[in-house]
């Protein structure tokens, strides 16, 4: 084998690495009006082993210049470990204005792999989210969900690809 031959083949393997690191999700959002937040007790639980997420969040070009909406995340993983932040917004500092991206740093339980995302949009503007990364801090890995809809207010809505144990995990809490 000859140089050449071992430079493409770790100029390869190195890109395989690197587009694993970074998973795309690209199929649609869905209402999941069952999803339910863990009782703050659970998740006091499971703040013992507490994580570093970065919350990337592109605000569609479709979107109303700016919104008053209230937002919500939720995201987890397959296991019942969920991060649950009940506000993001905040008007009065520009938050999710039409074609912008904000960035916000998590605390949450540690996970095994970010695998769901849901938004809760409450409000009249209508505010339209394009993308949200996730970026685990800790195990260094990234996952970016494509929403580029809007999305109803007053329902959970986004992705699950955790298979059935979360939808079985988040029926089973109740309700803050």
């Known amino acids: 084998m000859g140089l050449t031959s071992a430079i493409i083949i770790f100029s390869l393997s190195l890109n395989l690495f690197i587009t694993?690191?970074?998973e795309?999700?690209?199929?649609h959002p869905q209402e999941f009006p069952s999803f339910k937040i863990q009782k703050p007790q659970d998740l006091k639980q499971?703040?013992?082993r507490a994580c570093s997420y970065m919350v990337r969040i592109t605000t569609s070009c479709s979107s109303p210049?700016?919104?008053?909406?209230?937002v919500s995340i939720s995201f987890g993983d397959a296991y019942g470990n969920q991060v649950y932040v009940p506000r993001l917004d905040d008007p009065s500092s520009g938050t999710f204005e039409r074609c912008s991206t904000d960035t916000f740093k998590v605390q949450g339980p540690c996970?095994?792999?970010?695998?769901?995302?849901?938004l809760y949009r409450s409000g009249y503007d209508g505010w339209i989210p394009d993308s949200v990364t996730?970026?685990?801090?800790n195990y260094r890995k990234t996952i970016t969900f494509y929403y580029r809809v809007p999305i109803p207010a007053g329902v959970?809505?986004?992705?699950?690809?955790c298979g059935g144990y979360v939808t079985a995990?988040?029926?089973?809490?109740?309700v803050i």
């Open 169 to 174: 995990a988040a029926n089973a809490t109740e």
């Open 156 to 161: 959970w809505y986004g992705f699950n690809h």
């Open 46 to 48: 499971a703040f013992a």
């Open 20 to 22: 694993s690191l970074a």
């Open 111 to 118: 996970g095994y792999g970010v695998c769901y995302v849901y």
């Open 134 to 137: 996730i970026s685990d801090l």
């Open 24 to 27: 795309p999700v690209n199929p």
């Open 65 to 70: 210049r700016y919104t008053r909406d209230y």
